[in-house]
């Protein structure tokens, strides 16, 4: 049974996220029949985390995965870095954790009280995983959400802060303001991630280019067939639509001379490093900073 005395005011330290999952993955699982899928980027930040007190969570929900499969199934554990913008409109920048499983699923009626002390569908269960995993998680200063869909499967997702210090060495802290471009181009966004489309209309608008986001593939083209910009950016992969390499070639049928950037949050992605090859003129890994963001536009339109 877990217990709130673990729960006490974090002992933070420099920590591989990737590490204390792949632990604590092994230490739960070992000698279980469930099926496990950890996927962690070599380009993932780094943070300060109490060691002890992050490896509960994930086994806290990994237990709950694993509770809710009693007859087998599989766990995905991915990890990415992502980009959000605060209320303050500043950047804000997490390590997002992402634990799926393909269990039972959590009806809708229980979602809103399962991180509430005590509460529990299960014959023995304490009901205490979860809240120890929201005040763990809380006194990080990060957030847990969760989505799950009954007869299918649930997912939770852990966002931690990445420190400031190493905020600041991310971004450098001694970047020149960026200057506005000299030409203003019409550009379109696709990219899946909401913070992203955000973040990169907020940038581009301060750049002064005029942009518009979209989520997909599909509605990529859409807009193309009736505005043809000056520019496109595509993310390389759109989870469940078309992707930023099924979208440039649908693109080059409308006009074989659209310019393109490719992004991915995967650096060592091969579409980044040979674009070329793949129809692009350009390319940018996430995250990135303003001032990445112009030079390779004004190198790309200056092409
Ligand atoms: N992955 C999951 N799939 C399905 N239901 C879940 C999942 N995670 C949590 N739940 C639901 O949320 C409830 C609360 O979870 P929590 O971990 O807090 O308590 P518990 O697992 O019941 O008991 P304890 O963790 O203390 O042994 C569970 O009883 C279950 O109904
Ligand atoms: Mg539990």
Redesign the pocket.
Known sequence: ??TFSKGGVPVKENASIGEIITESTDFILHGSSINTNVSIPDNLWETKVDREQISQVIQ??I???M??MPSGGTISISCKNLITIGNDQREHRYIQIKIK?S????KQE?LNR??DPY????A????????V?FSIINKHDGFIEVE?EPGK??E?FIHLPVCESIEKEITGNDRKQTAYSKISCTILVMDDEKSIRKLLTSMLTSLKHSVTAVENGKEAVEAYKKNKFDLVILDITIPGGMGGLETIKELKKINPNVRAIVSSGYANSPVLARYTDYGFSGALAKPFHADDLKEIIEKVISS
Request: hydrophobic share 35%; aromatic share 8%; charged share 10%.
């Open positions: 049974m877990l806290n929900l237990l709950n995965s509770e809710a499983d269990g039972t699923g959590i229980s399962i991180f509460y529990s569908t299960k023995t269960g304490s009901g205490l995983g979860l809240a995993t799950s499967g649930t939770f």
